[in-house]
């Protein structure tokens, strides 16, 4: 049994800055690959950052530049520092783990979601 939680999200102007922390518990016995989605009012879910444990970073074009994806392994935790945000940031953020039980099971995992608002 493996649990995602995440904080961090609210509103924000734009242009602001806001951090996400997504932080796994549970049965871990390593996480390979930690990542952020979103799903923005009348769109599909979409990949923003992920990052394997050796730090390996991907980004959605639209959030190049803008965003930094980062992990803390030993506290199992990702994080997610978005900068110069924009309206069409706005979205449900979700965390998402690609995790290895202590009985070396392959989960992937997925955190309940954080409100992101960007608005003036």
């Known amino acids: 049994q493996v649990q995602l939680v995440e904080s961090g999200g609210g509103l924000v102007q734009p242009g602001g800055s806001l951090r996400l922390s997504c932080t796994a518990s549970g049965s871990i016995f390593s996480i390979y690959t930690m990542g952020w989605y979103r799903r923005a009012p009348g769109k599909q879910r979409e990949l923003v950052a992920d990052?394997?444990?050796?730090?390996?970073?991907n980004y959605a074009d639209s959030v190049k530049g803008r965003f930094t994806i980062s992990r803390d392994n030993a506290k199992n935790t990702v994080y997610l520092q978005m900068n110069s945000l924009k309206p069409e940031d706005t979205a449900v953020y979700y965390c998402?783990?690609?995790?290895?039980?202590?009985?070396?099971?392959?989960?992937?995992?997925w955190g309940q979601g954080t409100q992101v608002t960007i608005s003036s």
């Open positions: 998402n783990a690609d995790i290895f039980t202590i009985v070396r099971v392959r989960v992937n995992c």
């Open positions: 990052i394997t444990s050796g730090g390996r970073a």
